[in-house]
């Protein structure tokens, strides 16, 4: 096994353990076809944990042979986590019905459009929404707050009627989202837009658009009736950027929703929930932004597939936590720490379900991942992402994005990314590993790795099979002076040992 990591936290030399702190080895099987028998030998380990790392490199499933569990680790564990917590996409509505509106573009001829007509709202103004929960219905609100943004586009905050008041959603409230989302130099707006580019503006002739010139209507309405289950923390209507000529019940607006029930019942209390609010603030106004550049305004659909477009807006969610007030963003942190709790490790991404019954939650697994591309590929990783098009497959953009930033490539990437099963002891996490904090270009990204140890449940069997870039984790605990150990490697399968 080679050292797989390196600077003054990485304790690992070839086949030894050095200063006592945290080493990380790594073995990887070429062959497409044939197994491998990997010896382990490392000195220096008394008393030490070991965690052995298996990752499915390859695009094709791999059948696992049988290997040991400790005894900590078969026996089922309840820490400290039941229930999944109520993320965006949860219930019957989906956060951003991404396929649906693909296909039903894709399918449909459009007539020679009526062009709408823009109107200027001021303060006080009323309007009707098309929303649709379990039914469709209109929603009346009331335009309460109005901003302009730094590039001159007027920011419309529209809030349901019945839902401003006492005890729900007031001005103070508003006042807020209007300084975090546009009027503050950090905000929201201008950081989607830099990185980015125009969230709206000129699209192919004849396409059934609305036109170029738009407001920005941020809309935050109660979206389930009485009887409902929960549901989304935010939504992007795709068909609301249609003309009504072409979707009869589009809103005609650039807009993005704001689930007003979630802010007010959340657990965590204000300002926790206002918090949270910004950070799908934050996550919608990418859908939008990338609905546009990837979509709206090009003859090939470069639109990412759902798993790594929402991916991408989770890692604009972790970057606006500081804007909002706290270096810790619990809305992706949650699904970290619901990542572990519910050992969703072998997983593939490309895959992942919009249920949050299934183990292999979109949320989750592109969380974890999201929150690692920001730590270890910069900020700047997300705007390159989400400019590029190169292709329009969505795995070939994401390869060649990282590439760009991490020479190592995918394989490399992906290979640290799947140690943080292991969870790395904070402050003794080698570079390039784990979930540090870190200030870039003043993005403050909060540590997690002090906050993910009492959620981890490890897989209690060998699963059959490694799924596509799927992993499983295996303690050793306790290990002697010289841990010694002969593991089967599958094919196309990275096999990582991290000692702390």
């Known amino acids: 096994m080679s050292v797989a990591c390196s600077g003054p936290l990485c304790d690992a030399a070839l086949g030894e353990f050095t200063r006592g702190g945290t080493g990380v080895w ?103 929404w098309n929303w649709e929960s379990d039914i469709e219905e209109v929603r009346q609100t009331t335009l309460v707050k109005q901003a302009v943004a730094f590039d001159g586009r007027v920011v419309n905050f529209w809030v349901e009627d019945s839902e401003y008041t006492v005890g729900k959603i007031d001005s103070d409230m508003m006042d807020y989202f209007v300084e975090a989302a546009v009027t503050s130099n950090q ?22 658009f609305i036109p170029e010139s738009q407001d920005l209507d941020m809309v935050f309405l109660k979206f389930r009736r009485a009887g409902q289950p929960q549901i989304a923390n935010g939504m992007m209507v795709p068909r609301d950027y249609d003309l009504q000529s072409v979707s009869p019940l589009s809103n005609e607006s650039m807009s993005l929703y ?77 699904r970290v720490q619901s990542l572990f709790y519910f050992s969703a490790f072998n997983c593939d991404f490309r895959n992942a379900s919009y249920d949050p019954a299934d183990q292999c939650y ?30 329009t497959d969505s795995m070939e953009v994401l390869k060649d994005s990282i590439l760009e930033f991490d020479k190592g490539g995918f394989v490399n990437f992906m290979q640290r990314y799947s140690t943080i099963a292991a969870v790395f002891p904070p402050g003794r996490t080698p570079a390039y590993y784990g979930y540090p904090g870190s200030n870039v270009f003043e993005y403050q990204l909060a540590n997690y790795d002090s906050y993910l140890k009492d959620f981890r449940n490890l897989p ?24 010694k150990e002969v593991v089967i490697v599958p094919p196309n399968t990275t096999l990582s040992v991290v000692i702390y």
């Open 26 to 128: 790594k073995y990887v099987n070429p062959s497409a076809t044939t197994s491998a028998q990997v010896p382990i030998s490392i000195s220096g380990t008394k008393d030490k944990t070991g965690t052995l790392i298996f990752l499915n490199h390859g695009d094709q499933p791999q059948k696992m042979s049988a290997i040991e569990l400790d005894p900590s680790q078969s026996l089922a564990k309840t820490k400290v986590k039941s229930v999944r917590p109520e993320e965006p996409g949860c219930g019957t509505l989906e956060r951003f019905p991404h396929k649906k509106a693909r296909a039903e573009r894709s399918a449909r001829a459009f007539p020679l459009a009526r062009a709408s007509v823009k109107v200027n709202y001021t303060v006080g103004d009323a309007r009707s």
């Open 187 to 208: 905000g929201i707006y201008i950081n989607v837009v830099y990185m980015i580019g125009s969230l709206w503006g000129e699209t192919p002739a004849g396409a059934g």
């Open 258 to 334: 704001v689930n007003t029930e979630n802010i007010y019942t959340n657990a965590a209390g204000i300002p926790a929930s206002v918090y949270d609010a910004v950070g799908t603030i934050a996550h919608e106004l990418t859908h939008v932004a990338h609905y546009y550049a990837r979509f709206a305004s090009q003859t090939t659909d470069y639109w990412f597939d759902g798993w790594l477009e929402e991916t991408s807006a989770m890692i604009f969610e972790d970057m606006t936590a500081a804007q909002a007030g706290s270096n810790l963003d619990a809305g992706v942190l949650s």
């Open 362 to 391: 979109l949320y989750d697994v592109g969380g974890s991942m999201a929150a690692f591309y920001v730590r270890h590929l910069g900020p700047f990783f997300n705007q390159y992402l989400s400019r590029n098009l190169i292709s």
């Open 460 to 483: 209690t069997a060998v699963p059959e099979t490694l799924l596509p870039f799927g992993t499983f984790p295996v303690i050793r605990p306790l290990l002697p002076e010289i841990y």
